[in-house]
T-cell receptor, first 110, second 114 residues
Framework: RKEVEQDPGPFNVPEGATVAFNCTYS??????FFWYRQDCRKEPKLLMS?????NEDGRFTAQLNRASQYISLLIRDSKLSDSATYLC???????????WGAGTKLIIKP | GAGVSQTPSNKVTEKGKYVELRCDPI?????LYWYRQSLGQGPEFLIY????????DSGLPNDRFFAVRPEGSVSTLKIQRTERGDSAVYLC????????????FGPGTRLTVT
């Protein structure tokens, strides 16, 4: 079983719609959680951290459920420019290493 | 300011050859990480430097892989006797603190072993 699992997609979504995807992690000792965005043939870039209480950044909302060991990302009013792969990333309590999911591909269509 | 840079951007080499991949981190960043990413996968950790020393090299797949950071800035990832399975994008990232969650990535080196 992979340490961090994501639905690879692709999610094909019309512009303006709301889309959500989840990520599950296997290590209950995981301490920190993040969403990174990666455009085709580009490097990953931090989108947002995920806090226990949930957090929002503009059209993006991230949630953490420690009991069920999953993280979610919600994108409202999706834009064409949101098309990318979204990588779920987890860091263990005692380790600086980032453990990456394989990513969920999102395609926003006009 | 300047971000993380990596050279070359693309490298094609024959099976069995030796390659060096270079990473120039953001100035002042003490932590430097190497990852490799295969198509359809997330980055896979290889090695982490704090300053000049390799704090954790547990991700290096075998002894053909080696990395150095002699002056605590630029790092070189070295691969001996390359194999076709080494083909991937090799990403370098840096961060200002060892426990910083935000790692800034370079554009990567796409290595193809023929």
């Amino acid at each position: 079983r992979k340490e961090v699992e994501q639905d690879p997609g692709p999610f094909n979504v019309p512009e303006g719609a709301t889309v959500a995807f989840n990520c599950t992690y296997s290590n209950s000792a995981s301490q920190s959680f993040f969403w990174y965005r990666q455009d085709c043939r580009k490097e990953p870039k931090l989108l947002m951290s995920v806090y226990s209480s949930g957090n929002e950044d503009g059209r993006f909302t991230a949630q953490l459920n420690r009991a069920s060991q999953y993280i979610s990302l919600l994108i409202r009013d999706s834009k064409l420019s949101d098309s990318a792969t979204y990588l779920c990333v987890v860091r263990e309590r005692s380790n600086y290493q980032l453990i990456w999911g394989a990513g969920t591909k999102l395609i926003i269509k006009p | 300011g300047a971000g993380v840079s990596q050279t070359p951007s693309n490298k094609v080499t024959e099976k069995g050859k030796y390659v060096e991949l270079r990473c120039d981190p953001i100035s002042g960043h003490t932590a430097l990480y190497w990852y490799r990413q295969s198509l359809g996968q997330g980055p896979e950790f290889l090695i982490y430097f704090q300053g000049t020393g390799a704090a954790d090299d547990s991700g290096l797949p075998n002894d053909r892989f080696f990395a150095v950071r002699p002056e605590g800035s630029v790092s070189t990832l070295k691969i001996q006797r390359t194999e076709r399975g080494d083909s991937a994008v090799y990403l370098c990232a840096s961060s200002s603190l060892v426990d910083s969650y935000e790692q800034y990535f370079g554009p990567g080196t796409r290595l193809t072993v023929t």
